[in-house]
C-alpha cells in the first residue's frame, strides 16, 4: 500500500513538472500561414491562466484585443497562435515584439491555396479547443518547405538542465539524509525502545507477584 | 513596474542560491582539507593530530583567496546573461 501511495505521488509530481516543462519550452512547428487577425477577448474566465499579459507598458483590463496568427499544418489539419507579449512575466521569453511579430506574420501569409510560403513558428503552451487555449508565438521565420528540420536545442538543453537538477539535489539529499538522519533516528529509535522497556517493566511492578 | 518587481524578485532568489551555494562550497573545501590532513597523517604518522585545525584554517584562507570562490559569483552573472540573450534574440533577430 505504501509502496503504491509512493509511487502515485512521485508519479503525480512527475507528471505535473513534465507538463509544465512542456508547456513552458519553446517548440517550432513548420507552417503556412493562412491568415492574422485581431480579435478582442474577455480575460476572467476558466482559461485565464492561458493568457499572456497586455503589452508591456499598457493597463491591465478584463478584456483587451488579442492578435491571432491562423495556420495550416503540414498535414492540412489547422493551428491557431495567439500573439502576445510576455514583457517580463512568466514564462521568461521577454517578447516585447508582438506587433513586429504579427508584422512578419502578416507579411508571410499565404496569397492562395497553392501558395507555397511555409513559416516556422516558435511557440510555446498548447492549443485545447474545449478551453479556448492557444499556444503564444515567439519568433516566425520563412522556411524553405515543410520537411524541414528544426532541432529544438533550447528545449533539449532545459530538459537536461532541469534533469541534472533534480538528480544533483536528490543525491546531496540521500547523501545528506544517510549520514545525519538516519543515525539519529536509530537512536532516538534504540532510546525509546529503552525507555519503553523500562517503563513496561515500571507497569510490572504493580502486578501481583505469583505468590510462592 | 513589472521590471522593477521582477528584478527584485530574481535578485533576493539568485542570493538565497549564492548564499547556499557558498556554504556549500566552504563545506565541501573544509571537508576535503580534513580529507588530505588524514591522509597525510597516514603516510607520515609523525604529524600530530592537534595540528588538523591549523592545516584546516589555513586550507580554508587559501580558498577564501581562490578563483573557485569568485567563480560562485556567475551565479549572478549567467542568469542575466541568458536573460540578455534572450531578450536579443526574440526581439530583434
Known amino acids: ?212 | 513596474m513589472a521590471f522593477v518587481r521582477l528584478l527584485v524578485m530574481l535578485l533576493a532568489v539568485l542570493t538565497v542560491v549564492y548564499f547556499c551555494v557558498s556554504i556549500y562550497s566552504r563545506m565541501a573545501r573544509r571537508e576535503k582539507l580534513e580529507r588530505e590532513f588524514e591522509l597525510e597523517r597516514l603516510s607520515d604518522p609523525s604529524i600530530s593530530p592537534a595540528e588538523k585545525d591549523e592545516f584546516v584554517k589555513r586550507g580554508m584562507v587559501d580558498y577564501d583567496g581562490s578563483l573557485r570562490k569568485r567563480l560562485i559569483l556567475l551565479v549572478y552573472v549567467v542568469p542575466l546573461a541568458v536573460i540578455g540573450t534572450i531578450i536579443y534574440t526574440v526581439n530583434h533577430m
Not at chain 1, 70 to 85: A, C, F, K, S
Not at chain 1, 133 to 153: C, E, K, L, Q
Not at chain 1, 181 to 201: C, E, H, L, Q
Open chain 1, 1 to 212: 500500500m505504501a509502496f503504491y501511495l509512493k509511487w502515485l505521488f512521485w508519479g503525480s509530481l512527475a507528471t505535473i513538472l513534465a507538463g509544465f516543462l512542456y508547456y513552458t519550452l519553446p517548440q517550432t512547428d513548420v507552417v503556412r500561414v493562412v491568415e492574422t487577425e485581431v480579435r478582442r477577448v474577455d480575460l476572467g474566465g476558466e482559461n485565464t491562466l492561458f493568457w499572456s499579459q497586455p503589452d508591456a507598458g499598457q493597463a491591465v483590463n478584463d478584456t483587451r484585443d488579442v492578435f491571432f496568427i491562423q495556420t495550416e499544418l503540414p498535414n492540412g489539419r489547422p493551428m491557431v497562435y495567439r500573439n502576445e507579449d510576455t514583457g517580463w512575466g512568466w514564462p521568461p521569453y521577454f517578447k516585447f515584439d508582438t506587433a513586429n511579430l504579427q508584422t512578419q506574420a502578416s507579411a508571410l501569409r499565404t496569397r492562395d491555396i497553392d501558395d507555397q510560403r511555409w513559416a516556422a513558428i516558435r511557440h510555446y503552451g498548447v492549443r485545447i479547443p474545449y478551453l479556448s487555449i492557444y499556444p503564444n508565438a515567439v519568433t516566425i521565420r520563412a522556411v524553405d518547405g515543410p520537411d524541414v528540420r528544426i532541432i529544438p536545442w533550447i528545449a533539449i538543453i532545459c530538459w537536461i538542465l532541469v534533469i541534472s537538477f533534480i538528480w544533483f539535489v536528490t543525491a546531496r539529499w540521500l547523501r545528506f539524509k544517510r549520514r545525519y538522519i538516519s543515525p539519529r533516528v536509530d537512536r532516538a529509535d534504540a532510546w525509546y525502545d529503552d525507555k519503553t522497556g523500562r517503563f513496561s517493566r515500571w507497569v510490572d511492578t504493580w502486578r501481583s507477584k505469583p505468590r510462592s
